[in-house]
């Protein structure tokens, strides 16, 4: 009769206790938490911020809303909540990242971007092993980017981009198998880019704006969009040739040289090419006709590519942009390019150049506004036409480049 009593009397209280004690958080979480509002500087919390919701007297994980940028996890087994995610607004938290995060075991996301978090990167972030995304972007972060990172094998995506963090990128970052997002971008690290193959799950590689030299080392054949714009790489793009996913390539402000292979320009779903301000002297454009091709933007601007204008870039059927500017061509203007501009091209810049010859008179016809210039070269190029604004070189400068470079 006893026990009959007690398990009813375990019933009732199980009935009317609130749900809100039985999930309590963790006191270690909400110590960790308090650790890192009290590293930031209380003059930089408004009141309409995230942080200004943290209040003490209340448990974090009770409720909807009551700790905003905070998610919980809520499980039968135990009676306590945990701190699985951490997504600040970017109201401009001015402080320091505490290392009371590590404490918070079953964080899987951590975003503080467009802050004022700075110094560096605390070491404890990297016992955090069930983490998928660490995105600390627009902060003024600094140090190295330590191989601790690679410990935490769940990751998906790190965006450590727009601080200043310098060194190397670690070589056993690719042993991140998970990794889908690897944002690097807007940095000061330098060194060579490690063979990152091993990332079989990578799609988007942005490196640019930082100190990186040297060869292309192998990617991962997943890439969809890649990035290395701004830094010193140099040698031939041949190894993007296997990159047959890619829908974004930026490689421009670098010191490669040779060919722009045709087979990066026809890649299947590939839209936006940026390889200007290189050293490339020639580019590969075959005929297209009845291929489907997605590229639509063509940057090839600043670099050294001579001959006639690519007479096949008329039949990439969804091309808007081109940029060709301040390269080597020479010879006429092909006069399929003003039956492309009176069609669908938005752009067409050639300026400064080594181009001859009168107009087609499809660019006469032009009735739309259409982006782009000519000037700089050696052309009889109306002043009524609006892409012709702009002083023309002599042309004997034309004749004697065209000259120089045969004798090459």
């Known amino acids: 009769m006893a026990s009959s009593s007690l398990l009813l009397m375990s019933l009732f209280l199980l009935l009317v206790i609130p749900s809100s004690v039985l999930s309590a958080t963790l006191r270690s979480d909400i110590q960790a938490l308090e650790s890192i509002i009290r590293s930031i500087d209380p003059s930089s919390i ?14 974090p994980c009770e409720g909807s809303g009551t700790f905003l940028g905070v998610m919980c996890s809520f499980t039968l087994e135990n009676t306590t909540s945990r701190v699985t995610e951490i997504d600040l607004d970017d109201d401009g938290y001015d402080g320091f990242l505490s290392e009371a995060i590590g404490n918070l075991t079953e964080l899987t996301v951590l975003s503080l971007n467009n802050n004022r978090f700075r110094g560096p990167i605390p070491e404890t972030v990297f016992q955090l092993r069930k983490l998928t995304k660490l ?52 940095n000061h690290i330098d060194g060579r880019i490690p063979a990152l193959n ?55 402000q670098n010191r490669f040289s040779g060919t722009i292979g045709h087979e990066i320009l026809t890649f299947p779903e590939i839209s936006r090419i940026n390889v200007s301000f290189n050293q490339f002297i020639s580019i590969e454009v075959i005929q297209v006709i009845g291929m489907e091709t997605h590229l639509r933007i063509l940057d090839a601007e600043g670099n050294h590519l001579q001959g006639p204008l690519p007479l096949n870039l008329a039949t990439y059927g969804n091309l808007k942009d081109i940029n060709l500017r301040s390269n080597m061509f020479s010879g006429d203007i092909p006069r399929i390019y003003g039956k492309r501009l009176e069609n669908s ?44 604004q702009g002083v023309q070189k002599p042309k004997s400068q034309c004749t004697n480049a065209m000259q120089e470079e045969g004798l090459e």
Not at 203 to 215: D, I, R
């Open 198 to 252: 091993g990332l079989w799950k990578l799609q988007v590689l942005e490196l640019g704006n930082n100190h990186l030299f040297g060869m292309l080392p192998k990617l991962p054949t997943s890439l969809r969009t890649l990035s290395l714009c701004y830094n010193s790489l140099a040698g031939r793009i041949s190894p993007l040739h296997r990159l047959k996913h890619l829908v974004s390539l930026d490689v421009s």
């Open 345 to 388: 091209w938005r752009s067409l810049y050639l300026e400064n150049n080594y181009l001859t010859g009168t107009l087609p008179e499809e660019f006469q016809r032009i009735s739309k506004q259409i982006k782009g210039s000519l000037s700089n070269n050696c052309l009889q190029c109306p002043k009524n036409v609006t892409i012709c």
């Open 135 to 186: 995105s600390l972007s627009g902060n003024f972060f600094t140090g190295d980017i330590t191989p601790g990172i690679t410990k935490l094998k769940e990751l998906k995506t790190i965006d450590l981009s727009k601080n200043s963090i310098a060194g190397e990128i670690p070589p056993r970052i690719s042993g991140l198998r998970s990794l889908t997002h690897l944002i690097l971008s807007n």
């Open 46 to 59: 408004s009141p309409s911020s995230y942080l200004s919701t943290w209040d003490f007297s209340e448990d």
